[in-house]
């Protein structure tokens, strides 16, 4: 049931979406979906937590899940962007103030933020296509999120510049954002760019040239 509806979600946005576009992507009556979840809104909260979850969702107490009361998917959405979101890689190399390998460490940063966004991808998809009716889960991805990954990257670049291992950049906020957005394409939007072979490219070959286009570019090498 979260499946069917997280696919109506991205495909149609909140606002759009009706249960029974959920109920006939599930192949059932709209009425069965009031034996799980009482509303939309139950069913959106179940689907930001749960999107990306290979595992099986944890059963609820009691049927039908209640709709979530005010403020609660902000919260706990809030919890879930705080507990899943941490860049070790990147938090040990701003405490150096100097790397003894640029390129490794540049490297596995590129690498590890790939495959945090990679894992997350179906939650980041939603929280685009629902951010408009959403302005305060909207305004929680664009700043803790978002926004929180862009700061750490721009300190990152600014610190590694200043001890001459990248190169010199106009705006190392601006080469920041280039760096996030670059990896998200490749990690998180492809997979519903509705151009030809956009999607057919392996996640392995994905985060390949994503890591060492970044790193040519923090190192000057790109012409």
Not at 42 to 50: D, G, I, N, R
Not at 90 to 100: E, F, G, I, M, Y
Not at 114 to 127: C, D, G
Not at 178 to 197: F, G, I, Q
């Amino acid at each position: 049931l979260v499946r069917a509806a997280t696919v109506v979600f991205l495909r149609q946005g909140y606002r759009r979406s009706q249960m029974a576009d959920v109920a006939a992507e599930l192949g059932v009556a709209k009425g069965t979906l009031y034996l799980y979840v009482e509303s939309k809104e139950a069913l959106f909260e179940q689907a930001l937590l749960y999107a990306d979850r290979a595992a099986p969702i944890p059963l609820p107490r009691s049927l039908p899940m209640p709709t979530p009361r005010p403020g609660s998917t902000l919260r706990r959405v809030k919890q879930r962007v705080a507990r899943e979101s941490a860049l070790p890689a990147l938090a040990v190399a701003l405490a150096r103030r100097k790397a003894s390998d640029s390129r490794a460490e540049a490297e596995s940063i590129v690498r590890e933020l790939v495959r945090l966004l990679a894992s997350h991808r179906v939650a980041i998809k939603l929280f685009d296509s629902c951010a408009p009716d959403f302005p305060e889960l909207a305004a929680l991805w664009f700043s803790a999120g978002r926004g929180g990954v862009v700061a750490l990257l721009e300190q990152y670049i600014r610190k590694r510049i200043a001890a001459r291992q990248f190169a010199s950049v106009k705006d190392p906020a601006l080469a920041a954002r280039l760096v996030l957005e670059l990896v998200a394409y490749w990690a998180v939007h492809r997979h519903w760019d509705p151009a030809p072979n956009a999607a057919v490219v392996s996640d392995e070959l994905a985060e390949a040239a994503a890591i060492e286009f970044v790193s040519r570019a923090l190192h000057g090498d790109l012409p």
